[in-house]
């Protein structure tokens, strides 16, 4: 769980912000996005994003695209709700 100040506070830095979640049972990682501003917090996460070697690779390169274009935190992400 994410408390709203909380997701608040990282969809407020001027940078790409990620959540990792992890199922307890399985181990297996989820990635979401950061991206617009929140109205509630987060009590769970969709299983939509595994984060996996293709979704590594596509992260990587949203970071990538922020550093290299006038360090603009992006509006949208592969990685949405």
Excluded at 8 to 27: D, H, S
Excluded at 46 to 75: A, G, S
């Amino acid at each position: 769980q994410l408390p709203l100040n909380k997701l608040k506070r990282l969809y407020k830095l001027k940078a790409p912000t990620y959540l990792v979640g992890i199922n307890n049972k399985t181990q297996e990682c989820y990635i979401l996005s950061v991206h617009k501003n929140h109205r509630k917090r987060i009590s769970s996460m969709k299983t939509k994003y595994p984060l996996n070697i293709n979704n590594l690779l596509l992260l990587r390169d949203e970071v990538v695209q922020f550093w290299e274009n006038n360090l603009i935190k992006p509006k949208n992400s592969k990685f949405k709700v």
